[in-house]
Nanobody
Framework: QVQLVESGGGSVQPGDSLRLSCLAS????????WGWFRQAPGKEREFVVG????????GIADSVKGRFTISRDNAKNTVDLQMNNLKPEDTAQYYC?????????????????WGQGTQVTVSS
């Protein structure tokens, strides 16, 4: 069984940076495809960024392009989300998710495992 635990959320000001980390247990991260999602109050869960099991294949939402980056740390068995130049509209609960399929998917229903989420709040 795969368990995911997110960390790194917090309250920051516009323009600040945060790094979220998703620690996986029960399976090596390079055997799974990954996605980061977020959900703001009253809104549906939305895709932020994903990375496939195969190296070099990733995707990102237009709303965060140029500001957010996903990466894998095989030594720590974590999948990280670096968020720069944060904006108030980035405020949400952030979730990491993993699937056993070969590619990341933008649809939340395609993922097999989810973390509990970590809150990111951006305000002045």
């Amino acid at each position: 069984q795969v368990q995911l635990v997110e960390s790194g959320g917090g309250s920051v000001q516009p323009g600040d940076s945060l790094r979220l980390s998703c620690l996986a247990s029960g399976r090596r991260i390079n055997t799974l495809s990954w996605g980061w999602f977020r959900q703001a109050p009253g809104k549906e869960r939305e895709f932020v960024v994903g990375i496939s099991r195969s190296p070099g294949r990733s995707g990102i939402a237009d709303s965060v392009k140029g500001r957010f980056t996903i990466s894998r740390d095989n030594a720590k068995n974590t999948v990280d989300l670096q968020m720069n130049n944060l904006k108030p509209e980035d405020t949400a609960q952030y979730y990491c998710a993993a699937r056993t399929g070969g590619d990341y998917m933008p649809a939340p229903k395609m993922y097999d495992y989810w973390g509990q989420g970590t809150q990111v709040t951006v305000s002045s």
